[in-house]
């Protein structure tokens, strides 16, 4: 079954602990990006990959990492979790930009 | 980066009414996909529209893209229960490569019975 997968689920944790979030896609996506969704601030893009080893900032990249190693696989990391960074968060892939995005099921973090 | 607007933000309807959502931006789209989003779970492409007067169905769902491709709409006829959710305008802008993907904030749904 084609899918994103995305670990954990939930989250809670404290301010200053590292912490990554997984994503993986199965369908040979070139394109991956990661979003936030707020109340009232609908989904924001924080980083994106056009392909392995390239990735590029989207709309509020600031206290995130991200990786792209292996072409299924787009980790988001926050080295220094704060409570602003409490969030529901998606991952998605596609074969590009104005193609159809597929979301993983998010991440829902919150930083204590 | 382009803005999308969306409205309504919330929309409370009962069964069998028919709606209509909008997304607009002040510059021109290339492409505008929309998606709908259900509680606890991540949105899902319902279809994307290209040309500029475009019209395309999906079962009870209308969608129009304006002849100077800066406005869609979306129009869900007799709605039911399951139209429940939250629908979601997106469109490929900036970047240093116009490789991001902007999405409006939404409009919440809810469908009474």
């Known amino acids: 079954e084609a899918q994103v997968t995305q670990n954990p689920r939930y989250l809670i944790t404290v301010t200053g602990k590292k912490l990554t979030v997984t994503c993986s896609q199965n369908m040979n996506h070139e394109y991956m990006s990661w979003y936030r969704q707020d109340p009232g601030l609908g989904l924001r893009q924080i980083y994106y990959?056009?392909?392995?080893?390239?990735?590029d900032k989207g709309d509020v990249p600031e206290g995130y990492k991200v990786s792209r190693k292996e072409k299924r696989n787009f980790p988001l990391i926050l080295e220094s979790p704060s409570p602003n960074q409490t969030s529901l968060y998606f991952c998605?892939?596609?074969?590009?930009?104005?193609?159809?995005?597929?979301f993983g099921p998010g991440t829902r973090l919150t930083v204590l | 980066t382009q803005l999308l607007e969306q409205s309504p933000q919330f929309l409370s309807i009962q069964e069998g009414e028919n709606l209509t959502v909008y997304c607009n931006s002040s510059s021109v789209f290339s492409s505008l996909q929309w998606y709908r989003q259900e509680p606890g779970e991540g949105p899902v492409l319902l279809v994307t529209v290209v040309t500029g007067g475009e019209v395309k169905k999906l079962k009870r769902l209308t969608f129009q893209f304006g002849d100077a491709r800066k406005d869609s709409s979306l129009h869900i006829t007799a709605a039911q229960p399951g139209d429940t959710g939250l629908y979601l305008c997106a469109t490929p802008a900036g970047g240093t490569s116009g490789s991001r993907l902007t999405f409006g904030e939404g409009t919440q749904l809810t469908v009474n019975p």
């Open positions: 998605a892939s596609s074969w590009g930009l104005a193609n159809e995005q597929f």
């Open positions: 990959s056009m392909n392995v080893e390239v990735t």
